[in-house]
C-alpha cells in the first residue's frame, strides 16, 4: 500500500490529537500537532511580551519551531528549547487562537507542515488540515463535540494537571475559541467538502478508533 496524507480537522478539546496519534501509531505514520506550532509561537510572544500584530509578524524570522521524540513522545520546541511542557495552557491557547488569526503567521507554519507532507505517511492534525494544508489528502478527519462534553474534556485534563479550574470559565472559553476558531477571516476552521465527520460526543474512545480505523484501512 502506498502511504496517504491523513488530514484531521475539528474543535478544540475534541480529542484530535489522541486520536491523530493512535492513528499513526496504528498506521505507522508520523503525527504532527499542528496546535502546538501554534503554541509555540503563542508561548514566544508572551515570553517576549510581543501583543501587536507588526510586532508577532516582524518577529517570525527568529523563531523556529520543531519537535523532538523524547521517549516515544513528541514534543514540540522553540528555538531548539523543549516547551511543551509550557504550551498546554488556557493562557498559551487563548493567545495561540489570537495569533493563529495573523495571515503571516499561517502562512510561515503552513510552508513548515506542507514540507513535513512532502513524504506522505503523515497523520496531521488542527484547524485547516483538509482545507488549506493538504486539500489533495487521501482522508480527511472532520471531528466534533458538543460543547458541553469538550469542556468536560479540558476540565479533567485541568484538574489531572493539577489545575482548579471553574466548569462554567472552561465552557465559556471552549465557546469562545470555538468563536474565534470559526470566524477569523484567515482561514477559519470549517470542514472541507470531503471530509468524513465523526461525532463523538457519545462514543468511546475504542468505538472512535476503530470507526477511524475502518476509514483508513480502505487505503490498504
Ligand atoms: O488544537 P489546539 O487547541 O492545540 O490549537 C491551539 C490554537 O491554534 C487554536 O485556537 C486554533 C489554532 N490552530 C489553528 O488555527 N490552525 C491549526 N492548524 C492548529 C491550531
Given at each position: 500500500?502506498?502511504?496517504?496524507?491523513?488530514?484531521?480537522?475539528?474543535?478544540?478539546?475534541?480529542?484530535?490529537?489522541?486520536?491523530?496519534?493512535?492513528?499513526?501509531?496504528?498506521?505507522?505514520?508520523?503525527?504532527?500537532?499542528?496546535?502546538?506550532?501554534?503554541?509555540?509561537?503563542?508561548?514566544?510572544?508572551?515570553?517576549?511580551?510581543?501583543?501587536?500584530?507588526?510586532?508577532?509578524?516582524?518577529?517570525?524570522?527568529?523563531?523556529?519551531?520543531?519537535?523532538?521524540?523524547?521517549?516515544?513522545?513528541?514534543?514540540?520546541?522553540?528555538?531548539?528549547?523543549?516547551?511543551?511542557?509550557?504550551?498546554?495552557?488556557?493562557?498559551?491557547?487563548?493567545?495561540?487562537?489570537?495569533?493563529s488569526a495573523i495571515k503571516e503567521v499561517r502562512a510561515?507554519?503552513v510552508?513548515?507542515?506542507?514540507?513535513?507532507?512532502?513524504?506522505?505517511?503523515?497523520?496531521?492534525?488542527?484547524r485547516d488540515?483538509?482545507?488549506v494544508?493538504?486539500?489533495?489528502?487521501?482522508?480527511?478527519?472532520?471531528?466534533?463535540?458538543?460543547?458541553?462534553?469538550?469542556?468536560?474534556?479540558?476540565?479533567?485534563?485541568?484538574?489531572?494537571?493539577?489545575?482548579?479550574?471553574?466548569?462554567?470559565?472552561?465552557?465559556?472559553?471552549?465557546?469562545?475559541?470555538?468563536?474565534?476558531d470559526?470566524h477569523r477571516a484567515e482561514s477559519p476552521?470549517?470542514?472541507?467538502?470531503?471530509?468524513?465527520?465523526?461525532?463523538?460526543?457519545?462514543?468511546?474512545?475504542?468505538?472512535?478508533?476503530?470507526?477511524?480505523?475502518?476509514?483508513?484501512?480502505?487505503?490498504?
Amino acid at each position: 500500500m502506498s502511504k496517504i496524507i491523513v488530514a484531521i480537522d475539528g474543535y478544540s478539546s475534541c480529542g484530535k490529537s489522541t486520536i491523530a496519534k493512535a492513528l499513526a501509531k496504528y498506521a505507522g505514520y508520523t503525527y504532527v500537532d499542528t496546535g502546538a506550532m501554534y503554541r509555540a509561537i503563542a508561548l514566544f510572544t508572551l515570553r517576549n511580551g510581543l501583543t501587536d500584530e507588526a510586532a508577532i509578524i516582524a518577529a517570525l524570522p527568529q523563531i523556529e519551531v520543531g519537535f523532538v521524540l523524547v521517549d516515544g513522545a513528541q514534543h514540540v520546541t522553540l528555538n531548539g528549547e523543549d516547551v511543551e511542557g509550557h504550551i498546554r495552557t488556557l493562557e498559551v491557547g487563548n493567545r495561540a487562537s489570537q495569533i493563529s488569526a495573523i495571515k503571516e503567521v499561517r502562512a510561515f507554519l503552513v510552508a513548515q507542515q506542507q514540507k513535513m507532507g512532502e513524504a506522505k505517511g503523515i497523520v496531521m492534525d488542527g484547524r485547516d488540515i483538509g482545507t488549506v494544508v493538504f486539500p489533495k489528502a487521501e482522508l480527511k478527519l472532520f471531528l466534533t463535540a458538543s460543547p458541553e462534553v469538550r469542556a468536560q474534556r479540558r476540565y479533567d485534563e485541568l484538574v489531572e494537571k493539577g489545575e482548579k479550574p471553574d466548569f462554567a470559565a472552561v465552557l465559556a472559553d471552549v465557546n469562545d475559541r470555538d468563536y474565534r476558531d470559526t470566524h477569523r477571516a484567515e482561514s477559519p476552521l470549517r470542514q472541507a467538502e470531503d471530509a468524513i465527520v465523526v461525532d463523538n460526543s457519545n462514543m468511546t474512545r475504542e468505538e472512535q478508533m476503530q470507526v477511524i480505523y475502518d476509514y483508513f484501512d480502505r487505503f490498504k
